[in-house]
């Protein structure tokens, strides 16, 4: 169970961000091509994320990317990895805020209570900050409860809407370029970074074997694909392309089912409110752990850096959504793609002392996979100044 409690906050990390925008950032592009596209970077950066659970398993005292980066890359390596990994985690956060502020005004004012979006996400990072310090454990109970909620809701919500399915809706493309799906990868490519809690997971399942970290990753990255796939052959079977294409943020998503029953709006703003928590629990365990393995082991002071600054930093990007997952995309090519290859390449060395775990984790596919890694890093960066 904590394994697989494990891979659920892995999923429930990725799925925050990717089930709220990738139908605004996707349809343009139309049912097939979006899934072919997202299954490919799929492929990518599940791979990396591998990469990562093995220079885990390898190095010392893991508890942060910090210290994976030290134990593998030096000094240098670490100081590079340090920002990338903040500027990543910053974006993150500050996207789950914003978008957490918007839902719960737009919820609240349906019973008549009239919370600021600034209010709403201000007392839900404080409070879910209390829960995160607590520890692992509780995050993985609270992750684990609210994730079979969302599954439940996210079900409920596609049985739903699979009566009202046109099929001609899925076949339907708007008129795009290929720089135009080159602009957008970046946001799908984020839908996968549940990478950034590998480290923390690493550490909490200290005792798992090569297969069963194996499997934690697995599990952990099918279950997004396989959400965002049904949820994305939902919305446009449903809205279509053209309607879905111009939304600009997650209320006017939800209110496009208006003309379903009160009840499926319902549904549906919860199910987004879950997938957001459990993504900012993900994150902010990370960037927590991050900040006492690389900055202070007092914990009020972690606090304050994980939970109080990014409310700053909401407050001046609060109309950024889709933009901030946008720019975490560029930073996390380095950081989840590169830096997990960089890292491997290091460990793999015959004079590397491993001296973390006793079972350690060593991915398959050898130099082939490794150069393939490397190609699809460069082609996603490449493609990114491109569009």
Avoid at 1 to 6: D, E, N, P, R
Wanted: with cysteine.
């Amino acid at each position: 169970m904590k394994l697989f409690g494990s891979s659920l906050i892995l999923a429930g990390t990725a799925l925050g961000a990717g089930m709220l925008a990738i139908p605004m950032v996707l349809a343009q592009f139309g049912f097939l091509v979006s899934a072919g596209l997202m299954f490919v970077i799929f492929l990518g950066t599940t791979y990396a994320a591998l990469l990562l659970a093995e220079a885990c398993t390898k190095s010392q005292e893991s508890t942060g990317m910090s210290s994976v980066a030290f134990f593998t890359l030096g000094r240098k390596g670490m100081h590079f990895i340090n920002v990338l990994f903040y500027l990543l985690l910053a974006c993150l956060m500050i996207a789950y805020i914003i978008g957490i502020g918007d839902l719960l005004h737009t919820m609240l004012g349906q019973v008549g209570i009239n919370l600021s979006p600034v209010v709403g996400y201000t007392l839900f990072s404080l409070v879910m900050g209390l829960i995160v310090v607590a520890g692992k454990n509780y995050v993985d109970q609270l992750n684990r409860g609210l994730f079979i909620l969302m599954v439940v809701m996210l079900f409920v919500v596609i049985f739903s809407l699979m009566g009202n399915i046109n099929l001609s809706y899925l076949s339907q493309e708007s008129s795009f370029s290929f720089s135009d799906v080159v602009q957008y990868s970046a946001v799908i490519f984020t839908s996968f970074a549940s990478m950034v809690v590998i480290p923390s997971l690493v550490s909490y399942n200290h005792e798992a074997n090569e297969k069963q970290i194996r499997n934690m990753v697995l599990l952990g990255s099918v279950i997004p694909l396989v959400c965002y796939l049904t949820w994305l052959f939902a919305v446009i079977g449903n809205l279509g392309v053209d309607k879905v294409s111009q939304f600009e943020n997650i209320s006017q998503l939800i209110a496009a089912f208006g003309g379903e029953a009160t009840t499926i709006k319902t549904v549906v703003a919860i199910f987004s409110a879950l997938a957001l928590i459990t993504s900012y629990l993900g994150v902010s365990m990370a960037l927590y752990d991050q900040n006492r393995d690389a900055i202070t082991s007092n914990p009020m002071k972690a606090y304050g850096l994980t939970f109080i600054l990014p409310l700053i930093l909401a407050t001046l990007f609060s109309s950024q959504f889709v933009s901030m997952l946008d720019y975490a995309g560029m930073v996390l090519v380095f950081l989840a793609i590169w830096g997990p290859l960089a890292m491997v390449v290091k460990v793999r060395k015959p004079d590397f002392e491993q001296v973390k775990f006793e079972n350690t984790y060593t991915v398959g596919g050898g130099q082939a996979a490794l150069g393939g890694t490397f190609v699809f890093g460069a082609l996603i960066f490449v493609s990114w100044f491109m569009g």
